[in-house]
């Protein structure tokens, strides 16, 4: 017997769009880096980092699927999970979740490094330069360098997950992240709508946050 399903919401749309503003941006960072457009570079560097900083938030206060909570599980749950004990909901799995939490952290790290990395006398720094020593500017911008490709590095695991995921599982991730829904059986529950107020505040914070940033974190009050 063949058991019902029934389309059901997976992702928001902050989530969605935050989910794209990071392909998007991470190479848009490498065009212009390659380029020598610094420019776009550290204006494009202050929007990653604003973005970055709505998603944090968004984990916390968003809907119930964008929650770290949700998808964040300790070591058994992924054992579990890789005996094939799902449980059944919709969202990120226990071992997907390392891979959101890895490029998280490492998008965060690069997009700090660049922050006080650069040179003021080729006109390329980060808006945080100033509140550094030259050798320490130096030194995060030699890493700031060598760690994207950690980035690019782990962003092609995610790409390969996902290939694997549609042909070895025929479960495809990249329309749901793009419509916000899937087919789902018929006793999943979809995902909570996120709240209007909770944007807000994510987006105000995320917004404030980067632009403090990008004034060069001049003292508050």
């Known amino acids: 017997m063949i058991e019902a399903e029934h389309k059901v919401a997976v992702w928001d749309w902050p989530v969605r769009l935050s989910h794209w503003s990071f392909a998007i941006l991470v190479l848009a960072m490498w065009y212009t880096a390659e380029n020598g457009l610094w420019y776009w ?8 980092l604003g973005v970055l900083v709505f998603r944090l938030i968004w984990g916390f206060i968003g809907s119930r699927t964008a929650r770290f909570s949700q998808f964040v599980k300790g070591p058994s749950a992924i054992l579990a999970y890789l005996r094939g004990n799902g449980e059944g909901k919709v969202g990120h799995s226990p071992l997907g979740a390392l891979s959101v939490l890895a490029l998280l952290g490492a998008m965060s790290v690069q997009v700090g490094m660049g922050l006080f990395a650069g040179d ?5 720094t980060g808006p945080l ?4 020593g030259v050798a320490t500017a130096d030194m995060l911008t030699e890493w700031h360098e060598v760690f ?7 962003a092609g695991l995610h790409l390969l997950a996902i290939a694997f995921y549609a042909g070895a599982k025929h479960d495809d991730l990249v329309t749901p992240m793009v419509t916000g829904s899937r087919e789902a059986d ?11 107020v909770r ?6 914070m995320a917004a404030g946050i980067a632009g403090w940033v990008w004034l060069g974190a001049p003292p508050l009050g």
């Open 129 to 132: 330069n100033a509140l550094v």
């Open 186 to 196: 018929a006793d999943v529950e979809g995902n909570s709508g996120g709240s209007a």
């Open 41 to 48: 570079h550290t204006r494009l560097g202050v929007c990653l």
């Open 148 to 154: 994207y490709w950690a980035v690019l590095g782990m």
């Open 120 to 124: 003021p006398f080729d006109g390329a």
């Open 199 to 204: 944007f807000a505040i994510a987006f105000a």
